[in-house]
């Protein structure tokens, strides 16, 4: 099966500053790489996603990067505010029926 | 659009008693709906996905008369915590899928999370 590994773990960037997180998957198969934003108690909210025919994705002060050679995913937060503070998980998907596999977090600390 | 809800939004019972937590989509329809779990800064865990009209596919080591799943229309899918114990205490949350129908921009493997239900057993 899928594995996706995420870094890192915790993030601390000055209000204004860039955030980048790094993800890295298994299997050649995936396909589908969605980003979710988890605020303390509420559910995951997808913030941007990209699919294996494309490089790069933007939105905004968000952007996701997509390597299939190297299978690795990026997202980059730039002008970073304190409500960018939560928890990222990266995830892919590599079947017909969108079961996801996900990273393990990486909680962003927006300090002003 | 894509919104999905979730309820109870928490939960507290008694040891032995069983719980239901509901799952809609509200202004989709779903072709699939997951559940997952998450323990404290932890990541979520898949349990089971469920498609309407049929079984759900669990996942290794989650017990299917335990966490019991019915998805009975494309909008609504529920799952039961049968004789609830402390160790289930969690964060339940679930996903759905839209259907391809809802739109040429949407994508099928797009998932969108509910709220999450928060379960103390006592």
């Known amino acids: 099966g899928e594995n996706v590994e995420q870094h890192p773990s915790t993030l601390s960037v000055q209000e204004g500053d860039s955030a980048v997180i790094k993800c890295t998957y298994s299997?050649?198969?995936?396909?589908?790489f969605p980003w979710y934003k988890q605020e303390l108690g509420k559910g995951p909210q997808l913030i941007i996603d990209?699919?294996?025919?494309?490089g790069e994705k933007k939105d905004q002060r968000i952007a996701v990067t997509l390597n299939k050679t190297a299978k690795h995913f990026s997202l980059h937060i730039t002008e970073t505010q304190p409500e960018d503070s939560a928890v990222y998980f990266c995830a892919a998907s590599w079947n017909s029926w969108g079961k996801l596999q996900f990273g393990a977090g990486t909680q962003v600390v927006v300090t002003p | 659009g894509a919104v999905v809800s979730q309820h109870p939004s928490r939960v507290i019972c008694k040891s032995g008693t069983s719980v239901k937590i509901e799952c809609r989509s509200l202004?989709?329809?779903?072709?699939?709906m997951f559940w997952y779990r998450q323990f404290p800064k932890k990541s979520l865990m898949l349990m089971a996905t469920s498609n309407e009209g049929s079984k759900a596919t669990y996942e290794q080591g989650v017990e299917k008369d335990k966490f019991l799943i019915n998805h009975a229309s494309l909008t609504l899918s529920t799952l039961t915590v049968t004789s609830a114990h402390p160790e289930d205490s969690s964060f339940y949350i679930c996903?759905?899928?839209?259907?391809?129908?809802?739109?040429?921009?949407?994508?099928?493997?797009?998932?969108?999370f509910g709220p999450g239900t928060r379960l103390l057993v006592l």
């Open positions: 990209i699919r294996s025919n494309v």
């Open positions: 299997d050649s198969a995936s396909n589908y």
């Open positions: 202004d989709f329809q779903a072709t699939t």
């Open positions: 996903s759905a899928t839209p259907r391809l129908a809802g739109g040429p921009h949407t994508p099928q493997e797009t998932q969108y």
